[in-house]
């Protein structure tokens, strides 16, 4: 406690008040030296023995002897809320200020001010307490420091985060339990609205930048107003396994799903949920983490399409037309057709033109396959030159059909190609009863060499005519 004799603040108002200054705050901030005058007029009558204690000094004198030392730095602006309420004629005041003890320790004081009774008109005598509050001041700034972190964690986090309030799908969950269903599973089965109205009552209570940003959208209102375009079609399947894994008393669980930005692309995302600690009775506060994971699903799609398909035709490679025979040889599916073919003059044109010319003729043939690969049918190529369909459930007479279909579509393209027209040689052949789709691919296989065979004999017998009559 100090007692202290404020007569100088009081005269120098007088003056103040005599030159016509009204404004004491604006007056105060428009020459800072005038809130020093007014401090250093204040004098010292006496202080207690905890004031002694509290600033570290060892009398009275050599406490106003440093009161420079105590009273400074941040000291000035916590001094014009005293000043203000003291001009506007309060008995009292109260304020944070920052004090030090004479070792240069900082303080925190809650400082609170009294005009002793009968010295109203003067301010000769006011009592003064100064309470140490830098344990209580020194937590608060750590919570704020802890919040400030955590607010920059979500705000900067390059992760899509959502801070949601799922305590009206607890209570919905509560209340079917409690009416004595045990397997979400089946309920949900029977009521599928059951999924849709917990979608309903989840609240959205925050989103970070990154939200923004992963789903196009310019601000957080835009995004929640538009909420049904990013959870669609496929979300609400993904949303029932999280109401199942809640169910069960998983709190913390992850899965990838689907979700869509405002202008309609995908998102594959990885989603993992958590309830926050101190809400497992209630859930009125999660977390929902959702990380792109789009370009990962692209790159993993793009291997599987590499693995199963030719890259330079586009058509399925070996492997698949390997896999997809195997099956249908399981499959009871009868009967099973192939037509095999083969590109002729593969090996001259890459010989006399290059082999970016030969390519080019396998992509010409691997258009016209593509047209064919309707339905149920496979089309493959299954080596260099060598290419095949598969029909399930497809006769002889289908397979003849199929031949006729890839000849006019032959015909078509070499009509933009005359420089560099198309041939094929083909066989089909169709499985008999009780044989294996192995024997009636040889079949096939046997035909189409047997029709290469007259091609190019036919070639040989034509150059020979050819070479007679230039002779002749």
């Not at 020459?31 to 905890?50: E, F, G, Q, T």
């Not at 195997?326 to 009868?334: A, I, K, P, V």
């Not at 043939?365 to 030159?385: F, K, P, Q, S, W």
Request: hydrophobic share 40%; with cysteine.
């Amino acid at each position: 406690m100090w007692l202290e004799d404020f007569s100088g603040v009081h005269a120098q108002f007088e003056a103040w008040r005599a030159e016509g200054v009204t404004d004491i705050l604006g007056h105060l901030a428009a020459d800072p030296a005038r809130v020093l005058a007014c401090a250093h007029s204040i004098r010292v009558i006496a202080v207690n023995a905890k004031t002694l204690e509290l600033f570290e000094a060892n009398s009275q004198d050599h406490l106003v002897a440093n009161l420079s030392q105590i009273f400074r730095g941040e000291m000035v602006s916590s001094h014009v809320n005293e000043l203000y309420e003291l001009w506007n004629g309060h008995d009292t005041f109260s304020s944070n200020a920052i004090n030090y003890t004479l070792s240069g320790k900082r303080l925190d004081i809650q400082l609170r001010g009294k005009v002793l009774p009968g010295h109203e008109d003067t301010l000769a005598r006011v009592l003064v307490t100064t309470e140490d509050v830098t344990a209580r001041e020194e937590a608060r700034r750590g919570e704020e420091k802890n919040r400030r972190y955590a607010e920059g964690v979500f705000i900067h986090s390059p992760v899509s985060l959502w801070i949601e309030d799922f305590s009206h799908v607890k209570r919905l969950m509560d209340d079917i339990r409690f009416r004595g269903i045990s397997d979400l599973r089946t309920f949900t089965d029977v009521h599928p609205e059951f999924i849709r109205q917990c979608m309903s009552e989840i609240r959205v209570i925050d989103v970070n930048q990154a939200t923004l940003d992963l789903f196009q959208a310019p601000d957080r209102n835009t995004l929640l107003m538009k909420i049904g375009e990013v959870f669609r079609d496929e979300m609400e399947k993904s949303f029932r396994e999280q109401l199942i894994e809640l169910w069960n008393g998983n709190l913390f669980h992850h899965r990838e799903v689907v979700n869509y930005a405002l202008d309609g692309s995908e998102r594959h995302v990885l989603l993992q949920f958590s309830v926050f600690p101190g809400h497992e009775q209630d859930w009125s506060q999660v977390q929902v983490a959702l990380t792109d994971i789009t370009a990962r699903k692209r790159a993993e799609a793009y291997l599987e399409y590499l693995g199963k398909h030719d890259v330079l035709t586009r058509l399925h490679n070996r492997a698949f037309y390997t896999e997809e025979l195997n099956r249908l040889e399981r499959s009871t599916l009868r009967p099973v057709s192939a037509v095999m073919i083969d590109l002729n003059g593969l090996k001259e044109a890459n010989d006399r033109l290059g082999h970016d010319s030969g390519d080019a003729l396998l992509r010409r043939l691997g258009e016209v396959m593509n047209g064919v690969a309707t339905g149920r049918n496979t089309v493959a190529r299954i080596g260099g030159d060598e290419f095949a369909i598969l029909m399930p459930g497809g006769d002889r007479q289908a397979a003849l059909a199929m031949t006729d279909t890839v000849m006019e579509l032959l015909k078509i393209n070499n009509q933009f190609y005359s420089h560099l027209p198309l041939s094929i040689s083909h066989g089909i052949a169709t499985s008999e009863d009780g044989e294996k789709l192995e024997a009636m691919i040889r079949r096939a296989d046997a035909a189409m060499y047997e029709h290469k065979r007259r091609h190019y004999e036919s070639r040989q017998t034509a150059g020979i005519m050819a070479r007679s009559a230039s002779a002749g």
